[in-house]
């Protein structure tokens, strides 16, 4: 069975800060595919970043930046100099081949930038 | 391309009632996945279909239903409506095989009374 945590229910920071969401993950396959998801109060789930199992190369995106290490399957997100936008709860999903497009999700990391 | 549309954005039904939602996928994505969110669960997969099969089921029971058309266009179908049915409905499109990424529609709130 697969199963992801997220231990962060909640981080609040100060505009400018680094945060660092974690992620970690379980699964007996040996592909899979790892995924972030902003939810913003409008609700719609925004896709952020999909990672393979094959793949450790973390990647770095404007401000956001992944690190994927098999090793402590762990798949944490980090968001440089945040921004009072970044206010969003924020999932980590996991699927993979057997699953089809079955995404199992973490329950959560609600962010909270203040000014 | 436009994104995933749901309808309706917000309803409120009563129990023992049933009720219908509508997820528009992405043009040309033929997969469309369906999650219920709730405060207590988080975010559970219901089912998917693709080309108007259901291929994967979650674990809900069997007042939860949906189908697809042949546009992709889906819909999911809640009868006798429970109190603990109240959530949020996402839907999400994905495209071509080998590509992992869903994306998720803006759901449909549904609060029942």
């Known amino acids: 069975a697969q199963k992801v945590t997220q231990a962060q229910t909640e981080i609040s920071v100060v505009e400018k800060e680094d945060v660092t969401l974690d992620c970690v993950y379980e699964?007996?396959?040996?592909?899979?595919?790892l995924f972030w998801y902003k939810q913003p109060p409008s609700g719609e789930l925004v896709f952020l970043i999909r990672r393979n199992s094959f793949d450790e190369q973390n990647e770095i995106s404007g401000r956001y930046s992944w690190n994927f290490q098999k090793s402590t399957s762990s798949f944490n997100f980090t968001i440089t100099a945040s921004q009072v936008v970044d206010s969003a709860v924020y999932f980590c999903a996991l699927t993979d081949d057997n699953a089809g497009n079955m995404l199992t999700f973490g329950g959560g990391t609600r962010l909270m930038v203040k000014p | 391309k436009a994104g995933v549309t749901q309808t309706p954005r917000y309803l409120i039904k009563t129990r023992g009632q049933q009720v219908t939602l509508s997820c528009s996928p992405i043009?040309?994505?033929?997969?469309v996945s369906w999650y219920q969110q709730t405060p207590g669960q988080g975010l559970q997969f219901l089912f998917e279909y693709f080309s108007e099969t259901q291929r994967n089921k979650g674990n809900f029971p069997g007042r939860f239903s949906g189908r697809q058309f042949s546009n992709s266009r889906s819909e999911m179908n809640v009868s006798t409506l429970e109190l603990g049915d109240s959530a949020l409905y996402l839907c999400?499109?994905?495209?071509?095989?080998?590509?992992?990424?869903?994306?998720f529609g803006p759901g449909t709130r549904l609060t029942v009374t």
């Open positions: 043009s040309g994505h033929r997969s």
């Open positions: 999400a499109s994905r495209g071509t095989s080998g590509s992992y990424e869903q994306y």
């Open positions: 699964t007996r396959d040996t592909t899979y595919y």
